[in-house]
């Protein structure tokens, strides 16, 4: 299997997967308690449509996707559904559909369309260079820095979400902007490199699996984080085995994951005695 870190590209795009996958997935952790999965699908779309835009006008290919993912963030960082009727996801799913339509229509009139969404969807992840690396690296390590320092304060908020006892949040919430704005810039340089898709599994597969696997939450980020390595290990494996596309395979290799430990799970609860 190492054999194929002889090859620099495999090194590079294994050490971006490692950078994206660990703060992905504890990201992922607060968006699976707070009951918003559709929030990573959205954001990475709107990030995809201020690339199709900048493509479109023909300037700021980096600014503009930018501004696109944080004001995305920003303004889901305000919903606040009253009606029980109603859920968040179903509005950041209206969102989600809405920016792909959008980004499809500015895909389609350039020149390689169909590449260029194969190229959103899953990315490019073996064309990466170190200085993209280094790049995703920083900003990736301020927001894992600002998680750490302030680790209580989100768990905290998330924990708020999972207990239902979110109505005091109010309009706008200082923490939960900056949890937004953390989800926003993760997903807007993640995106560009990967592609939506594998952004989305290493921010839902691995938390959904630490979750089902241990219940404390420093477990659940440790064993979410050791998933998304393993499954940027053995994608890329089997990428690099049997010529298959490099986003696909970690994709791939991630359901095969979340799959084991769905096994495990249902086994566990098996054991567990019924009460009467």
Do not use: C
Request: aromatic letters at 14%; a positive charge; glycine letters at 8%.
């Amino acid at each position: 299997m190492f054999e194929m870190f002889q090859l620099n590209f495999i090194t590079q795009a294994f050490i971006l997967s490692v950078i994206v996958g660990i703060v992905l997935s504890y990201l992922g952790v607060h968006v699976v308690g707070r009951g918003i999965v559709f929030v990573d699908l959205a954001l990475g779309q709107i990030s995809s449509l201020g690339v199709a835009f900048s493509d479109y006008v023909g300037k700021g290919k980096t600014t503009i996707p930018i501004v696109f993912a944080l004001l995305g963030a920003f303004l889901m960082s305000l919903i606040n559904i009253k009606d029980k009727r109603l859920k968040v996801e179903a509005i950041i799913g209206i969102i989600y559909a809405v920016a792909s339509a959008a980004t499809v229509m500015l895909i389609s009139k350039t020149p390689h369309g169909d590449s260029d969404i194969q190229e959103v969807l899953f990315g490019n992840i073996l064309s990466v260079s170190w200085d993209q690396i280094t790049v995703v690296g920083i900003v990736f390590g301020i927001i894992a820095l600002l998680h750490l320092v302030f680790h209580k304060k989100f768990f905290e908020l998330t924990e708020s979400f999972e207990s239902r006892q979110s109505e005091h949040i109010g309009i706008f919430n200082p923490w939960n902007f900056l949890f937004y704005i953390s989800i926003g810039l993760s997903i807007v340089f993640a995106v560009r490199l990967s592609g939506v898709i594998p952004v989305f599994s290493f921010l839902i597969i691995p938390a959904v699996g630490a979750l089902m696997m241990v219940r404390k939450n420093r477990s659940v980020v440790f064993i979410s984080s050791l998933l998304s390595i393993l499954g940027a290990l053995f994608g890329l494996y089997v990428s690099y085995k049997y010529d298959f596309p490099a986003g696909s395979s970690i994709v791939a290799v991630l359901g095969g994951l979340f799959l084991l430990v769905a096994i495990y799970y249902i086994f566990k609860s098996s054991k567990k005695p019924q009460s009467i």
